[in-house]
């Protein structure tokens, strides 16, 4: 069965940086895509970010994130980053990491996606 395990949440200050991981096993397949969500307090979880495994690594984002935040995928070590900078409050939410066994990046959305990990809080405060 799939695994996915996020890392890196934690407090960070307006106008700072913060990476996250999300560890992947158990993976099968010729084809799969791992995605960043978010869920705000008050608010619908929306999509983030996602890297597809074909040999383009094709990538997509939320037009929240454009410009802020880059994914990127370690294959040594079988892990998905989002790097997130310029970070405002608005950033402020549970963090999940999920995957898809196919190529679901154009259109980053949630049905899509029916492995996910446990989440990570980021917080952006002074």
């Known amino acids: 069965q799939q695994q996915l395990v996020e890392s890196g949440g934690g407090l960070v200050q307006p106008g700072g940086s913060l990476r996250l991981s999300c560890k992947v096993s158990g993976l099968t397949g010729r084809y799969h895509s791992v995605a960043w969500f978010r869920q705000a307090p008050g608010k619908e979880r929306v999509g983030v970010s996602c890297i597809e495994s074909s040999s383009s690594g094709l990538t997509s984002y939320g037009d929240s994130v454009k410009g802020r935040f880059t994914t990127s995928r370690d294959a040594a070590t079988n892990t998905v980053h989002l790097q997130m900078t310029a970070l405002n409050a608005e950033d402020t939410a549970v963090y999940y990491c999920?995957?898809?066994?196919?190529?679901?990046?154009?259109?980053?959305?949630?049905?899509?996606?029916?492995?996910w990990g446990q989440g990570t809080q980021v917080t952006v405060s002074s």
């Open positions: 999920a995957y898809g066994a196919g190529l679901f990046c154009p259109g980053l959305m949630e049905k899509d996606f029916g492995t």
